[in-house]
């Protein structure tokens, strides 16, 4: 079958096979977007600098905090905030959506810092929940549009809610139950501290004993040598 699919493929003339084939990937490629809109952060610049710091930092501190030895849920924050942007961007005619993306990751952290004192360039002393409308105050001062601010802080609270709100609540329960998949995919087994190994597994044991009558064996050895010499 794919033989023949090759087959005739190639047999089609060659310069209605490129185009043909240019426009197929081309349009194919388009997919792509729902996933590199989330990689780009406009040219090299300040903007660009300022967004790789607060990315990198706040990314790494969920991952070394609360998400720490929880890959798979950190992973299925990620899916569940690039869908609900994606869809929100959609109506906001948003095509780029690595700020608001960052923006996110900065407002979940806050939430679940909520005592840490931060300072800002050394203007401005406040409590971690501040500091993404902190964020998106700067950006208006830089003339930019808040709407991608606001998408982030938006997307953030609705995970925080799902995630640590709703299910402390009286009647709450978990919803956003990170599937099976993930933890296969992404979580490393994780040792049971209870586990006792099997005597056969211990060293210097065996399973018939023998290897405690080749010691015994070895030793009587010994002694019949010592006694010869």
């Given at each position: ?16 096979r ?24 406009g ?43 994606t ?7 948003l ?23 931060m300072?800002f ?15 998106m ?23 925080y ?25 992404f ?10 190994p ?10 018939n ?17 010592g006694?010869?010499?």
């Open positions: 079958m794919a033989n023949s699919v090759t087959q005739e493929y190639m047999q089609i003339p060659a310069v209605t490129a185009y043909t084939t240019a426009c197929v990937l081309t349009t194919a490629a388009v997919v792509w977007r729902l996933i590199t809109n989330f990689l780009f952060f040219p090299l610049g300040f903007s660009f600098l300022f967004n790789m710091i607060f990315l990198y930092r706040y990314c790494r501190m969920l991952e070394e905090g609360s998400f720490r030895g929880r890959t798979a849920d950190f992973v299925y924050m990620f899916l569940f905030g690039g869908v609900l942007m869809l929100f961007g959609l109506f906001a005619n095509f780029f959506l690595g700020q608001a993306f960052t923006i996110m990751l900065v407002y979940v952290w806050s939430r679940r810092n909520p005592y840490v004192r300072n360039f050394g203007l401005l002393n406040f409590q971690a929940p501040f500091l993404p409308w902190v964020l105050g700067f950006s208006l001062l830089l003339g930019n549009s808040i709407v991608i601010d606001l998408l982030g802080i938006g997307v953030g609270h609705i995970y809610f799902l995630e640590d709100v709703f299910p402390n609540q009286p009647g709450g329960r978990k919803l956003l139950a990170t599937p099976g998949i993930f933890r296969v995919l979580d490393m087994p994780q040792e049971d501290p209870n586990y006792a099997l005597p056969e597994d211990q060293s210097g044991i065996s399973l004993g023998q290897g405690v009558e080749d010691a015994g064996q070895g030793q009587n050895d010994e002694d019949l040598q006694e010869e010499n």
